[in-house]
């Protein structure tokens, strides 16, 4: 071997990199199911609140941040999930009076969604549902 370059005489430099198996080429995955179309889930009744409480908290939280946008998922969440207090929280949220009340800013209102959601807290059996109805109007379709 070569003390200054540590090449050995009579071998091939660079040496010849080890062989590399080749491997067939991976089987065709099986053809996929047709696609189903999208539909909204919702929890099964027996779900427990618990879950359904802690959204609606957390929901109350970004309401009293001023984060109107991450109220409305959270809380339109747990209305789907047939939770009537979130279904007429969310209804206040697309309220324009209530929005002015609470002075919220960069944010529209849309009193037919507000309707809408004061219309299935009341169909949930929240009471509280009858107040805001009045001056929004009847539901839809009516």
């Known amino acids: 071997m070569d003390a200054l370059t540590g090449i ?13 198996a080749v491997l067939p080429p991976a ?8 696609s189903l179309p999208a539909v909204a889930l919702r929890p099964a009744a027996t779900a427990a609140a618990a879950p359904l409480s802690a959204l609606v908290q957390r929901a109350d939280e970004m ?12 809380y339109e ?4 999930a047939e939770n009537g207090q979130a279904a007429l929280a969310l209804a206040r949220t697309y309220d324009p009076a209530f929005l002015a009340l609470i002075h919220a800013r960069g944010i529209q209102g849309d009193p037919a969604l507000a309707n809408t959601w004061h219309h299935l807290a009341l169909a949930l059996g929240v009471g509280e549902a009858r107040e805001p109805l009045a001056p929004i109007g009847p539901p839809p379709g009516e």
């Open 8 to 20: 050995i005489p009579g071998e091939r430099y660079p040496p010849e990199p080890p062989a590399i």
């Open 77 to 80: 969440r747990a209305a789907m």
């Open 27 to 34: 089987p065709a995955p099986p053809p996929s199911a047709p």
């Open 63 to 74: 309401l009293q941040l001023g984060d109107i946008a991450a109220a409305r998922r959270l």
